[in-house]
């Protein structure tokens, strides 16, 4: 059974940025598709982008263009989001997320970053 | 891209069936296919329950069941249990590779 295992809880600084690394644990991502998930205290989850590992190739919500980087290496089976230029509003959990490319069928245990002068 | 509008809050007693909704537009909801289901416990990562519409994974309870018309997708959890007190969010795909989730809806089990 695969699962996903994240990076730990991260404290940033309003400007900075942050990496989240995910790997999977107990087998690949293969031909999977890898989708990064957030959700801000007390609401509703938001897609952030996906990347299928195999051919490298990321998409991301128009809302995080320009500021946010998904990437994978399929020969480690880990994936990663950095997200720059934080601010306050990106205080959130972050999860990753594997599936078959219209659904996330299996997901990390999120990552708490938390953005604070 | 705008979330898809889900009502806060449903409940039901044990045994009920409960209905959420969840409405986009034709550029989503709409146009394609492929909406998911996600139930989320507090302080827990989502799980799906319904994927494609109407799919159930494996392991999901046949009590959990999903549908469509036009803009709006819906699940619905029939003899509701203690354990389906959740969260749920619906996904749905929004073209140009791009998913947008809902605004969520908390379940309370009377």
């Known amino acids: 059974q695969v699962q996903l295992v994240q990076s730990g809880a991260e404290v940033k600084k309003p400007g900075s940025s942050v990496r989240v690394s995910c790997k999977a644990s107990g087998g690949t991502f293969t031909t999977s598709t890898v989708t990064w998930v957030r959700q801000a205290p007390g609401q509703a989850l938001e897609w952030m982008g996906r990347i299928i590992p195999v051919l490298g190739i990321p998409n991301y919500a128009q809302k995080f263009q320009g500021r946010v980087t998904i990437t994978a290496d399929k020969s480690t089976s880990a994936a990663y989001m950095e997200l720059s230029s934080l601010t306050s509003e990106d205080t959130a959990v972050y999860y990753c997320t594997r599936g078959s490319g219209t659904y996330s069928g299996i997901w990390g245990q999120g990552t708490l970053v938390t953005v604070s002068s | 891209q705008s979330a898809l509008t889900q009502p806060p809050s449903a409940s039901g007693s044990p045994g009920q069936s409960v209905t959420i909704s969840c409405t986009g537009t034709s550029s989503d909801v709409g146009g394609y296919n492929y909406v998911s289901w996600y139930q989320q416990h507090p302080g827990k990562a989502p799980k799906v329950m319904i994927y494609?519409?109407?799919k159930r994974p494996s392991g999901v309870p046949d009590r959990f069941s999903g549908s469509k018309s036009g803009n709006t997708a819906s699940l619905t959890v029939s003899g509701l249990q203690a354990e389906d007190e959740a969260d749920y969010f619906c996904c749905s795909y929004a073209g140009n590779n791009n998913y947008v989730f809902g605004t969520g809806t908390k379940v309370t089990v009377l």
């Open positions: 494609d519409v109407t």
